[in-house]
């Protein structure tokens, strides 16, 4: 079964500027995870989607936003870059349920903002 | 608020010894525990977990020990190998909504010496 698919790998944008990821969940899994990572903060949850609908939200501001489609691939977007957006940006699917954790993760997209 | 964290960031072992990663969690409401795995260039990767009627669970070289009296996790890594060399995160997961999101410590370095 292939894993979270993530893309892209690496992007290098300037300030002002707006970006889109995407990511490709796990055949099967109906949740879809959005988190950030960086040195010093750590991972930071971002915002959940289930069935195409938003279930869960993190503290980001309105920059970052995402959507998720009906064959569960999500993608998320972050308008108006700061310098403070450079990070690691996590993907991670699963079944959804209580019952059906763990997280599984992609390999992430790293955002460099310049 | 509440949080998880780590008490060691960095550990380092010789090849073959066994390692004890610990981590503190403050949610005494917490009742699903995650341990991950991330290398570099890579998304964090399950290992384990263990749910709070638990307090002792075996997996293929790790085991992960939970006491919930002192809030504390643990992770065992018997015969540690090179390719154990990461960094571990412990995760705590709560349930809004019916769905999981984990919140996740900063992160143990492994190093690991042959």
Known sequence: KAGVTQTPRYLIKTRGQQVTLSCSPISGHRSVSWYQQTPGQGLQF????????QRNKGNFPGRFSGRQF??????????????????LYLCASSGGTPDNSPLHFGNGTRLTVT | GES??????????????????NCAYSNSASDYFIW???????????????????????GQRVTVLLNKTVKHLSLQIA????????????AENSSPGGSYIPTFGRGTSLIVHP
């Open chain 1, 46 to 53: 971002l915002f959940e989607y289930f069935s195409e609908t």
């Open chain 1, 70 to 87: 009906s064959n569960s691939r999500s993608e998320m977007n972050v308008s108006t870059l700061e310098l403070g957006d450079s990070a």
């Open chain 2, 4 to 21: 998880v964290g780590l008490h060691l960031p960095t550990l380092s072992v010789q090849e073959g010894d066994n390692s004890i990663i």
């Open chain 2, 36 to 58: 991950y795995k991330q290398e570099s260039g890579k998304g964090p990767q399950f290992i384990i977990d263990i749910r709070s009627n638990m307090d002792k669970r075996q």
């Open chain 2, 79 to 90: 015969a540690t190998q090179p390719g154990d060399s990461a960094v571990y995160f412990c």
